[in-house]
């Protein structure tokens, strides 16, 4: 008697074997099934290390969708695999990150990078372009190359003082260059690649000058950007606008996704979204009062204890929320 394994499709990390048996009479129903629990306990093993090989960051959220999910809340990658080619959203939060994600890519599918969705245009979702383009073609909101090269006007020298972190990173850095988006788009954007459809929306006033939400219809996915975070207080620009980031959070609701990936931290469902609109409630609502009784924002900074927070990170954060909820409950 032979057994022949028989390797017939593979989507992804994904294959499918058949399992085939020669000359069946030699073999008892019994045996057959015997034969079979070994060769699936041995392809389930398989399978396993094929998503261990993937390395520890990466998330399987779908058939053919994956996130990066950053170390120590460091920015997500979104890997979107098509019949056609792959779609990232981010490129990783430092270039170790983004040959980590290069490296997964590849063993995921021999197809290319098609394009590069950039949800905010910060270094640390942007600076492992390089890694990426060519041959993606990198996405952002209009707005995003004009903040790239803000940035990097503004802190020379900002790549030989990363290479000089680690000889890892020095070695990531190797044949980097500054890449922009080739193309930026206004408010609403589709893109079809393969199978797949990627619905692109700016979210004004949210965290960057240029803030992009992404939604797979078919698949009930929705990648957030920076407007909601995990157990983290988020960074408050001067122009970011606390009623805009809510409409930006009720807009990504009414899509009623199945699976929410944020910017930072672990993906979730739609509670994500929930919590953030909960904390933004009691930070408006906190601060309105106290604006009620006459407090300054300084007092409002000392006194204001938002309930709900006390296990979050980036406590340091929370005097740029707290100006943010100012501005909106009086007006400026
Ligand atoms: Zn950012």
Not at 102 to 107: D, Q
Not at 206 to 217: G, K, R, Y
Request: glycine share 8%.
């Amino acid at each position: 008697m032979a057994i022949v394994l028989n390797k017939v499709d593979t989507h992804g990390a994904f294959q499918v074997w058949s399992l085939s048996f020669s000359n069946d009479r030699e073999v008892s129903m019994r045996a057959k099934l015997v034969l079979a629990l070994v060769a699936l306990a041995g392809l389930l093993s398989f399978q396993s290390a094929v998503a261990q090989d993937l390395g520890p960051q990466i998330q399987k959220i779908k058939d053919g969708i994956y996130v990066y999910v950053g170390k120590n809340l460091n920015s997500n990658c979104g890997i979107v695999l098509t019949q056609e080619g792959v779609v990232l959203i981010d490129s990783g939060h430092s270039p170790t990150d983004s040959r980590e994600i290069l490296a997964a890519v590849k063993k995921l599918t021999p197809l290319p990078i098609l394009y590069l969705i950039d949800t905010e245009p910060h270094p640390d979702h942007t600076t492992g372009h390089f890694v990426f383009a060519p041959p993606a073609m990198i996405i952002g909101h209009h707005g995003a190359g004009e903040s790239m090269r803000g940035r990097e006007r503004d802190t020379p020298g900002r790549i030989e003082k990363l290479a000089g972190a680690s000889a890892e990173m020095r070695a990531a850095l190797q044949g980097y260059r500054f890449v922009t988006p080739q193309v930026e788009y206004r408010d609403k954007m589709t893109l079809n690649v393969g199978e797949r459809t990627l619905e692109l929306y700016y979210l004004k006033n949210v965290h960057s000058e240029a803030d992009t939400a992404i939604w797979l219809p078919k698949e009930r996915i929705v990648f957030t950007a920076a407007s909601v975070t995990v157990k983290r207080f988020g960074n408050h620009r001067t122009f970011v606008s606390i009623p805009d980031t809510l409409s930006g959070i009720k807009m990504m609701k009414s899509f009623n996704p199945e699976v929410v990936i944020p910017g930072h931290g672990d993906p979730g469902t739609v509670k994500i979204l929930d919590d953030m609109e909960k904390y933004y409630g009691n930070l408006m609502d906190g601060v309105r009062q106290l604006v009620k009784q006459g407090k300054s924002l300084d007092e409002i900074k000392k006194e204001l204890k938002i309930a709900g927070t006390e296990d979050w990170a980036g406590k340091d954060r929370i005097p740029n929320n707290i100006e943010a909820a100012y501005r909106a409950v009086v007006g400026k």
